[in-house]
């Protein structure tokens, strides 16, 4: 029997061995480090794939220890190299990523990848297999591009997300197939994940503007901000996307993000591009229809959480900053959706609350740190950066609650409302709100996201409850 046989173990890298595109992870290391390489990049492509691969890895810094590997197929080929078969690592990646791969697993006898001159996918891949050990062998892959290597080999074992209809491909020629391994994860549960869905109830803040004007029953101005919702939560799941890949390293590093779909390997970065951009499209659609003012805000939110992503987030306080500012774009954008002149006291109590929050987020990582000296991952916060971040945090609480109060006092809230006197109670819940987070987070049992901490913690989610409906007593009562 073949499986009984001492016959060497072929392996695929890409989609095999680790479970993502090498060169796709070179690229965005690329793009991070070298950014403007990417004018010369698009004339190295027209020189072939070969040469192409090799401009990429010289100027990405690739690492072979924070992949994501499929650890079952790593299992049975270090099982089968003790018992003495011959392990082959052949590869369409470039040669030097495919020898640090090697080197870290310790579990290739020789290796067979591209170099500067040969592109060695399907066919060439094949023909460099059977230059180097001969005609006998057992291929290990996941893809269509290896049905070549499989209808020459003596064995095929089939792994990755396409292992059924690989199978049925395979089974059409004479090799038979001596295992499969199904690391398919991609179900819809895994693309929620993808694009946050939990994060889109930060858009919620859209309907602010139309609740403090007490106009939510105007069905038509309700029906608008629903649809700038979904124009907002589309843009901002497309972001989302774009920044787990840009930080794909960092996340890897991370004790819960190294869970995220793209960061884990359960989704791959072409998928993640296109998503993004699918993304995107629809939210600039919807934008558009809605009008070119609302479309105008939306592309600055863009814009700026893209300058976040990519850069500024690793700016100590600018980052926090911006997310708050972040946070009150959605609220002016809601004031745009239904012609809604927002106060400045509204808008800086938003500013200051959403700063507190954004303060929490960081307090949190900080805290859940073992070394004082080491950085957040992706970030340029220090454990020791707690002693300034904790009176940051707390005081623009502080000042947002006193903004509120001035809110509260000023001649056009009094207006709206037949009862000012009642808002004080939400004074006073929004500071047990905001503090038990503060208190949370200085315990160390505060989520990585404040909002799903919200989310979770019945108390807050009370309070929230509580609040709207004192607004509305204050209203009508």
């Not at 809110?407 to 006073?428: G, S």
């Amino acid at each position: 029997m073949v499986e009984q046989s001492n016959l060497p173990l072929v392996v695929d890298l890409d989609g095999t061995l680790i479970l993502t595109d090498s060169l796709h992870e070179s690229l965005i290391n690329m793009l991070k480090l070298h950014p403007f390489e990417i004018f010369r990049l698009i004339k190295v492509y027209f020189l072939g794939k070969a040469e192409f691969k090799k401009f990429v890895y010289e100027r990405s810094d690739f690492k072979a220890d924070n992949l994501p590997y499929c650890h079952e197929l790593i299992e049975y080929i270090q099982h089968e190299r003790q018992q003495g078969r011959k392990i082959i690592l052949a590869t369409a990646a470039y040669k030097q990523i495919a020898y640090k791969i090697s080197d870290f697993l310790q579990c290739f006898d020789e290796v067979i990848a591209t170099d500067a001159q040969n592109n060695l996918k399907g066919v060439n891949k094949f023909k460099a297999i059977e230059q180097k050990i001969g005609r006998e062998f057992i291929y290990i892959g996941d893809d269509y591009a290896d049905l070549p290597i499989w209808k020459e080999a003596s064995g095929a074992i089939i792994v990755g997300s396409k292992v059924n209809k690989l199978t049925r491909k395979v089974s059409q020629t004479e090799t038979p197939i001596l295992k499969e391994l199904s690391n398919d994860s991609t179900n819809v549960v895994t693309w929620l994940k993808a694009i946050r869905l939990h994060q889109w109830l930060k858009n919620i803040l859209l309907l602010v503007p139309l609740l403090t004007a007490f106009q939510f029953y105007d069905l038509h101005k309700l029906f608008l901000v629903a649809i700038a919702f979904i124009a907002f939560s589309l843009g901002a799941s497309a972001t989302y996307i774009l920044n787990d890949l840009w930080d794909l390293d960092n996340d890897r590093e991370h004790s819960s993000k190294k869970n995220r779909p793209f960061a884990s390997g359960r989704l791959s970065i072409a998928q993640g591009i296109k998503a993004s951009i699918l993304l995107l499209l629809s939210a600039v659609f919807i934008s558009v229809w809605i009008s070119w003012f609302f479309l105008s805000v939306f592309l600055l939110y863009l814009f700026i959480t893209t300058l976040y992503s990519l850069r500024l987030k690793q700016v100590v306080l600018l980052d926090i900053i911006i997310l708050s500012v972040l946070y009150t774009i959605r609220i002016f954008a809601g004031g745009v959706v239904i012609h809604i002149d927002l106060s400045y006291a509204l808008l800086a109590f938003s500013v200051l609350i959403f700063l507190s929050l954004a303060t929490v987020k960081r307090c949190a990582e900080l805290v859940s740190m073992h070394n004082n000296k080491s950085l957040i991952a992706g970030r340029g916060y220090m454990k020791s950066d707690l002693d300034i971040l904790w009176p940051l945090g707390i005081s623009t609480y502080i000042g947002a609650i006193i903004l509120f109060g001035l809110y509260i006092n000023a001649p056009e809230t009094i207006v709206h409302y037949k009862t000012p006197a009642l808002l004080w109670l939400v004074q006073l819940f929004m500071i047990y709100l905001i503090g038990n987070l503060w208190v949370m987070t200085k315990r160390g049992l505060m989520h990585d996201d404040p909002i799903v901490f919200f989310i979770q913690d019945k108390k807050s989610l009370i309070l929230l409850v509580l609040i709207i409906c004192v607004i509305l007593l204050a209203r009508y009562l």
